[in-house]
């Protein structure tokens, strides 16, 4: 197995940082390598917001789901899927550009997705831990003011690096799903359920497939955040419909 691909197998989340900073070559080593991932036509539809201000990092700490540790980063990083840039740009050039619709939403979020992808491995290669953080994706309304966010951008999501403690660095990765399971030839094969049943029985432990999946339905697919999160999509998925063009400022 080569370096990069053994990084790959390496890497897990880190939730807990040591008290020290990331040197400021370092994060920008990061975000020139973010920059470096593939785009559609070349197009970067993204916006990354490097979030330095204490007080705003407690602020998103408890907007994205009342999480200490996201204050505590010492690089906390929100990939914006930006749908305005090039749009702004056309008009500057004296074009009548569509406004954007959802499709162009969704490749903006997936070129964020696929730069914060990029720069999670550049931290690891440097010795840095990283946890993305999906509810950033959550409470619209707040984070839009936070963040300042206009129309036609939105939060894809945002990641916490810095430095792993050492009872970060020894706890042991999840395992993840066989790839007969999740690798399929050709065209989509839906799973019959023994062999859901048998895709689920290591990662079930000593729980039951009914307990296993019970519990875990309602921690995250029926949890609160994970219907506000769908609120809040709904509602940046509205802005493409609703806003004609957002405001210039005077």
Not at 75 to 98: I, K, T
Not at 143 to 159: G, I, K, N, S, T
Not at 181 to 193: K, S, T
């Amino acid at each position: 197995m080569n370096e990069i691909i053994q990084s790959l197998y390496d890497r897990k989340s880190v939730r807990a940082f040591e008290e020290r900073p990331v040197p400021a070559e370092l994060k920008a080593e990061i975000l020139a390598a973010a920059a470096q991932a593939p785009t559609a036509g070349c197009q970067q539809l993204y916006t990354i917001l490097d979030i330095t201000d204490p007080a705003l990092k407690e602020a998103l700490a408890e907007t994205c789901d009342h999480q200490p540790f996201i204050a505590q980063a010492p690089v906390v990083l929100v990939f914006c899927a930006d749908c305005l840039r090039w749009y702004d740009a056309y008009r500057a050039s004296g074009l009548s550009p569509r406004r954007p619709g959802p499709g162009d939403l969704m490749l903006a979020v997936t070129d964020a997705a696929i730069a914060a992808q990029n720069a999670v491995v550049a931290a690891q290669s440097l010795g840095l831990g990283s946890c993305y953080i999906g509810d950033i994706m959550e409470r619209y309304e707040d984070q839009r003011r936070l963040l300042q966010l206009p129309p036609w951008v939105f939060p894809a999501c945002m990641l916490v690096l810095g430095w792993p403690t050492r009872q970060q660095k020894e706890c042991k990765k999840p395992a993840r799903f066989d790839p007969a399971y999740i690798v399929h030839e050709n065209g989509y094969r839906r799973l019959e359920e023994e062999q859901l049943r048998a895709m689920f029985r290591e990662r079930c432990g000593g729980q039951t497939f009914e307990g296993f999946l019970s519990a875990f339905c309602a921690r995250k697919y029926e949890s609160d955040f994970s219907r506000e999160m769908s609120r809040s999509v709904g509602e940046y998925l509205q802005d493409l419909e609703r806003v004609a063009e957002p405001a210039t400022e005077k």
